[in-house]
């Protein structure tokens, strides 16, 4: 009897989880929608590693709607993930992460926000995936490069349809460079919106492409193109953000918004845009909540 009762609590909870899934991506494919989907960067690293799988499961139980993460290739060409191309920072080993097999950084350990040693391990690709599958989408950085390997974890996961790809690429060349897998994993462009030509490359992936969202970086707010962002919804991409520090954001960063939450989290409400990646998930959903912003 006690059997049958876990084994349908854990039917509900599956059942809760592909629902919550299912309204996250009805909710993306919503470009012109109101409601701000919340990216947590590198996952909820304040309160254990980044890139960890519990930095994963955190944004999962935190009601985060996306996690972004960084993989790397091992010696071996497993993806891992690891933001920097060494383990020098994150871990308790040192050197380049394309000279370790995956065997020997499964005996290290990551270290926290404090760079003191834990017990959690770097995680491949393939267990952050099954981690988040069913659960969360997944933002796959640093990886452009190689994405033919990524691929064939994702698609050994069947994680397709909770992936996003991005890249800071004309549309020329990820049509170029991505062409096998278009049609199969969303692929974001990357603009920086200080560069002359942003205006230009936002037209022609709107023109020939129509990219589910746009993400933007701008390190002043003299581009034209910030004024634009809801005409850009309603031709069918969502506005991505980054909060994350200032060179990325014209000074309207997370850290600020712990001390003036509403005139920072609030600049980005009033701009229209609709998708915040934040070292600050936490915060950031407490306000999109109050304000109905945020299921």
Same mark, same amino acid.
């Given at each position: 009897? &006690?059997?049958?009762?876990?084994?349908?609590?854990?039917?509900?909870?599956?059942?809760?989880?592909?629902? &919550?899934?299912?309204?996250?991506?009805?909710?993306?494919?919503?470009? +012109?929608?109101?409601?701000?989907?919340?990216? #947590?960067? $590198?996952?909820?690293?304040?309160?254990? !590693?980044?890139?960890?799988?519990? #930095?994963? /499961?955190?944004?999962i139980?935190?009601?985060?709607? %996306?996690v972004?993460?960084?993989? $790397?290739?091992?010696?071996?060409?497993? !993806?891992?993930?690891?933001?920097? /191309?060494?383990?020098?920072?994150?871990?308790?080993?040192?050197?380049?992460?394309?000279?370790?097999?995956?065997?020997?950084?499964?005996?290290?350990?990551?270290?926290?926000?404090?760079?003191?040693?834990?017990?959690? $391990?770097? =995680?491949?690709?393939?267990?952050?995936?099954?981690?988040?599958?069913?659960?969360?989408? @997944?933002?796959?950085?640093?990886c452009?490069?190689?994405?033919?390997?990524?691929?064939?974890?994702?698609?050994?996961?069947?994680?397709?349809?909770?992936?996003? %790809?991005?890249?800071?690429v004309?549309?020329?060349?990820?049509?170029?460079? *991505?062409? !096998?897998?278009? +049609?199969?994993?969303?692929?974001? =462009?990357?603009?920086?919106?200080?560069?002359?030509?942003?205006e230009?490359? @936002?037209?022609?992936?709107?023109?020939?492409?129509?990219?589910?969202? *746009?993400? *933007?970086?701008? +390190?002043?707010?003299?581009? =034209?193109?910030?004024?634009?962002? +809801?005409?850009?919804?309603?031709?069918? &991409?969502r506005?991505? @953000?980054?909060?994350?520090w200032?060179?990325?954001?014209?000074?309207?960063?997370?850290?600020?918004?712990?001390?003036?939450?509403? &005139?920072?989290?609030?600049?980005?409400?009033? /701009?229209?845009?609709? %998708?915040?990646?934040?070292?600050?998930?936490?915060?950031?959903?407490?306000?999109?909540? $109050?304000?109905?912003?945020?299921?």
């Open positions: 009897m &006690s059997c049958k009762k876990e084994n349908n609590q854990t039917d509900s909870e599956n059942f809760k989880a592909i629902s &919550s899934l299912k309204s996250i991506t009805e909710e993306l494919n919503k470009s +012109d929608s109101k409601n701000i989907m919340v990216i #947590a960067h $590198r996952g909820d690293w304040r309160n254990a !590693p980044e890139n960890s799988l519990k #930095a994963i /499961k955190n944004c139980d935190m009601g985060v709607d %996306m972004e993460i960084d993989v $790397r290739l091992t010696k071996d060409s497993i !993806p891992v993930l690891m933001h920097d /191309k060494t383990i020098d920072r994150t871990t308790n080993g040192k050197g380049k992460i394309s000279k370790w097999t995956l065997d020997s950084l499964k005996t290290l350990y990551l270290k926290n926000g404090a760079n003191h040693k834990t017990h959690h $391990r770097i =995680p491949t690709l393939e267990e952050a995936l099954l981690t988040a599958k069913g659960e969360i989408l @997944v933002n796959l950085d640093k452009y490069n190689y994405f033919d390997v990524v691929y064939n974890v994702i698609e050994k996961t069947n994680t397709q349809d909770q992936v996003i %790809m991005k890249g800071n004309t549309l020329e060349k990820v049509k170029n460079d *991505f062409k !096998p897998f278009l +049609d199969k994993v969303a692929f974001m =462009p990357v603009i920086n919106l200080d560069d002359n030509d942003a230009t490359k @936002v037209n022609n992936y709107i023109n020939d492409f129509q990219p589910v969202a *746009f993400e *933007f970086v701008f +390190d002043d707010l003299n581009s =034209p193109i910030i004024n634009k962002f +809801d005409s850009i919804q309603k031709q069918g &991409s506005i991505w @953000v980054n909060s994350l200032e060179s990325l954001n014209a000074g309207y960063e997370d850290d600020m918004a712990v001390i003036n939450t509403d &005139s920072i989290y609030g600049w980005y409400v009033k /701009k229209e845009v609709n %998708m915040i990646q934040t070292d600050r998930p936490q915060l950031l959903l407490e306000y999109l909540r $109050r304000k109905n912003l945020h299921d």
